[in-house]
């Protein structure tokens, strides 16, 4: 599976704790990022993660085009709920429900989706993609 990871800057310790909870999972499928929380996660819990464009806005219209052709599986994007979402990330999720793509944007989704991940739940986007 190719997992997108992110999060707003106020958020990214908890992506952080979250990465390091479920590091054996997330492990096991190819990680993407934009560049600057790549690193960061690669730092702080050893995870290859895939990074992007250094833009963060540029980043998430990256990310839109590759949802759009279904060549990511899922986005875990921990927001900031206090602050209105870029007109960016909204086009993410924009592709991700046109696409069926799963889109967690707190801790408690994300949970959710890392462990229906490793159940297998989400094994029907491989045969989607042939």
């Known amino acids: ?46 995870l290859e993660v895939s990074g992007l464009s250094v833009d963060y806005e540029s980043g998430f219209e990256q990310l839109a085009s590759r949802a759009e052709y279904n060549e990511i599986d899922c986005v875990i994007y921990i927001r900031d709920g206090r602050n209105d979402p870029l007109h960016s990330t909204t086009e993410l999720l924009k592709v991700c429900d046109l696409n069926n793509i799963p889109y967690a944007t707190n801790i408690a989704t994300a949970e959710t989706l890392i462990l229906a991940i490793d159940r297998g739940d989400l094994d029907w986007r491989e045969w989607i993609k042939g």
């Open 1 to 46: 599976m190719k997992i997108v990871l992110m999060a707003d800057n106020s958020k990214n310790e908890l992506l952080v704790n979250f990465c390091i909870a479920y590091r054996p999972l997330l492990s096991k499928h190819q990680l993407i990022s934009v560049y600057n929380t790549g690193k960061l996660l690669k730092s702080a819990v050893d």
